[in-house]
């Protein structure tokens, strides 16, 4: 139903991860790296990563090559919901958050930047991600 | 003891106000020319080929026309634009007396059809107040900018400045962490410069168009995904103060061409 559809479901922080899948539903890494490499998405405006088709990739942040050798997917799901938890200077935005923001524009308040399952594809595109 | 004293004013002056962690010192300031690619630069210093020169050609016309019920033009009042102008884009925004508050050079312009033209406001980002707007502030081109030294605009000088290192939006990122902390890196491929507004009205090969400092201020903010500040609201007026100070110093650059 349409009036849930801006409640995030709620997940319980583990030492410094999320432990549990945010849907409970299987995830897709390869609709995980369309969406890093989606604009809307906004991961590659800050990243690089092993993109080689596009040339549109920031330098503001790591490059994502081996992220799944350093992070474990439960901590990798916390840094997309919340990174601030890991460094509360940090410039990248919580992914999965509504609240306790500034002016957020009229189409987007209320709303995360990514929903569960898109956080959760991109978990698991991450995970792969191993030199 | 009275020139000592002129020293220390001056001394005052040109050091401006004490800087925060993470503003730019004085000596480390760029213009967002320092920043483009040889072509952009060519494009700007042509003035054959700078498509900002047709915008101030036209604000030369205007400068000259006669307008409103008191059937007067620009020319009629401050003559010359060449002597009578020169400077007065660096110290914008300025502060009005009778408004108590600062006001841009646009709104100065629309003062000015309102209270002496007797004639209705140019729209924000028409043609004809971009091109009037350019003609004023090409005469400025290549003098130091100082807006913002009046003592009274420091209120104003201070509430740009906290917008500047407001987080905002659905990013939830501040304009200064982009353009104090991230200058110099890539957004998506694209350089980030220092966000100085040393060109405006300027013209944005992505625009196609010739655009005012607030349209440029707008789409920052809108790319965090915040609400925008309408045309000529206080805050955007503050933030547009508080810049203009932030690259005090650098020259004037107007009509200036952007990526
Ligand atoms: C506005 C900038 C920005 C955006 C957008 C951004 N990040 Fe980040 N990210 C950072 C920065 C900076 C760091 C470095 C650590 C820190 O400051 O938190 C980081 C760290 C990371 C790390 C850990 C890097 C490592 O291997 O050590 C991962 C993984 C990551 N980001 C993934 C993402 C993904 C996926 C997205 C999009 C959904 C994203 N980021 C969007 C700025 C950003
Ligand atoms: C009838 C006289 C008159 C006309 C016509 C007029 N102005 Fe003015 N202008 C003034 C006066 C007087 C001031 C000083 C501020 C005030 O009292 O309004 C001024 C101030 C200005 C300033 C600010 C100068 C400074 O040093 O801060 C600018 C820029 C300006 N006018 C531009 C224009 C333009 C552009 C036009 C035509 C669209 C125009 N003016 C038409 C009388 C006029
Ligand atoms: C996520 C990064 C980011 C944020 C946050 C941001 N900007 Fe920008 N800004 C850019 C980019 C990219 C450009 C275009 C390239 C350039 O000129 O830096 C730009 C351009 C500008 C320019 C034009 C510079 C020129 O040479 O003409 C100004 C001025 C500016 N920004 C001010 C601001 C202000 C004020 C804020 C906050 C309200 C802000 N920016 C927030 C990335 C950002």
């Known amino acids: 139903c349409s009036a849930s559809a801006n409640e995030l479901v709620p997940y319980t922080i583990v030492g410094d991860g999320i432990p549990a899948s945010l849907t409970g539903s299987p995830s897709d890494a390869t609709r995980g790296r369309a969406l890093v490499l989606a604009r809307t998405t906004t991961c590659i405006l800050c990243h690089s990563g092993p993109f080689p088709e596009t040339r549109f990739q920031g330098d503001l942040a790591p490059d994502l090559a081996g992220a799944g050798n350093r992070w474990s997917a439960s901590q990798l799901r916390l840094r997309l919901v919340d990174a601030s938890r890991f460094n509360p200077d940090t410039i990248m935005p919580s992914y999965y958050r509504n609240d306790g923001l500034v002016r957020v524009g009229r189409n987007f308040a209320g709303k995360p930047i990514l929903s569960a399952a898109e956080i959760e594809d991109i978990v698991a595109f991450l995970a792969t991600l191993r030199d | ?259």
């Open chain 2, 1 to 259: 003891m009275i020139a000592w004293r002129a020293i220390a004013a001056a001394t005052l002056l040109v050091t401006g106000p004490a800087l925060l962690a993470g503003e730019i010192p004085p000596d480390a300031r760029r213009s967002g020319y320092a920043f483009m690619g040889p072509d952009t630069r060519a494009m700007q210093d042509d003035d054959t080929a700078n498509p900002g020169m047709l915008f101030v050609l036209d604000g030369e016309q205007l400068w000259k026309k006669k307008t409103g019920s008191a059937d007067r033009g620009c020319a009629d009042c401050h003559d010359d634009a060449r002597t009578s102008m020169k400077g007065v884009a660096a110290r914008y925004p300025a502060f009005d007396k009778a408004l108590g508050r600062p006001v841009t050079l646009d709104q100065r312009i629309n003062l000015c059809r309102a209270n002496h033209q007797q004639a209705t406001p140019l729209p924000d980002e028409s043609r004809d107040l971009l091109a009037l707007s350019a003609f004023v502030a090409h005469q400025s081109r290549g003098i130091p900018i100082t807006a913002g030294d009046d003592p009274q605009l420091k209120p104003f000088v201070d509430q740009g400045r906290d917008l500047f290192m407001q987080r905002e939006g659905q990013l939830n990122l501040a304009c200064t962490n982009c353009h104090d902390d991230n200058f110099d890196k890539r957004l998506a491929g694209a350089p980030i410069t220092q966000g100085q507004p040393t060109g405006y009205p300027l013209y944005r090969l992505e625009w196609q168009t010739l655009g005012s400092l607030e349209r440029r201020l707008r789409s920052c903010m809108t790319g965090v995904r915040a609400q925008a500040y309408d045309y000529g609201s206080p805050e955007l007026v503050a933030l547009e103060l508080y810049l203009m100070s932030r690259a005090r110093g650098l020259p004037m650059e107007t009509p200036a061409v952007r990526p």
